[in-house]
């Protein structure tokens, strides 16, 4: 069953403790893996697409990358405002058509 | 201008009613969809739509009903209102071959 995990669910963060969120993926027929922000009362927001293993995108002091199993995005001095819940999704063609499945998200707290 | 609108942004109703949510995109995006947030954050795709016609039909009772008037609309429609479907909906839009989604802002519904 295709699935993907995101992990940790929460995470408080002093500003500027870097770290890492984590989304691992078991799912065939990958087309892309894709990273949002969502804040409180919002709808998510994007912020990167990963196609291919080793792959890396970077905006500002966020940066994701790719392996064939998991993404991480590192967020590198992080200040109050990063604050949200970022979520992964993965994008799968079934029966000649798109499919995406979203991670349940990691909350992220940085404290001033 | 907001790219993905949607109306209205909260909805409270009593058990047994059907309501309506619309939603309305300007980015000239082909693929329209309506997924849904519980209360745990996990979003699920519940319809989505391309030049109005529907190619993803996920498993959600028959109670609920999109409609796409045209290519930049893509309306849901929920009958006989239970309990359970008390969630936030999000619209959201995409291009093909282009950057993830944009979603809306959501509408909180609320079964009493």
């Known amino acids: 069953e295709d699935q993907v995990t995101q992990s940790p669910e929460a995470l408080r963060l002093q500003e500027g403790e870097s770290s890492s969120l984590n989304c691992s993926y078991t799912?065939?027929?990958?087309?892309?893996l894709f990273w949002y922000r969502q804040d409180p009362g919002k709808g998510p927001e994007f912020l990167f697409t990963l196609y291919s293993a080793g792959e890396e995108k970077e905006k500002e002091r966020l940066k994701a990358t790719l392996t064939k199993k998991e993404s991480f995005l590192h967020i590198t001095a992080p200040k109050p405002e990063d604050s949200a819940t970022y979520l992964c999704?993965?994008?799968?063609?079934?029966?000649?058509?798109?499919?995406?499945?979203f991670g349940t998200g990691t909350r992220l707290k940085v404290l001033a | 201008d907001t790219a993905v609108s949607q109306t209205p942004k909260y909805l409270v109703t009593q058990m047994g009613n059907d309501k309506s949510i619309k939603c309305e995109q300007n980015l000239g995006h082909d693929t329209m969809y309506w997924y849904k947030q519980d209360s745990k954050k996990f979003l699920k795709i519940m319809f989505s739509?391309?030049?109005?016609?529907?190619?993803i039909n996920e498993t959600v009772p028959n109670r609920f009903s999109p409609k796409s008037p045209d290519k930049a609309h893509l309306n849901l429609h929920i009958n006989s209102l239970e309990l359970g479907d008390s969630a936030v909906y999000f619209c959201?839009?995409?291009?093909?071959?282009?950057?993830?989604?944009?979603f809306g802002s959501g509408t909180r519904l609320t079964v009493v």
């Open positions: 739509y391309n030049n109005k016609e529907l190619i």
């Open positions: 799912v065939s027929g990958l087309r892309g």
């Open positions: 999704a993965v994008r799968l063609t079934t029966s000649g058509t798109y499919k995406y499945i």
């Open positions: 959201a839009s995409s291009q093909v071959g282009k950057r993830g989604y944009t």
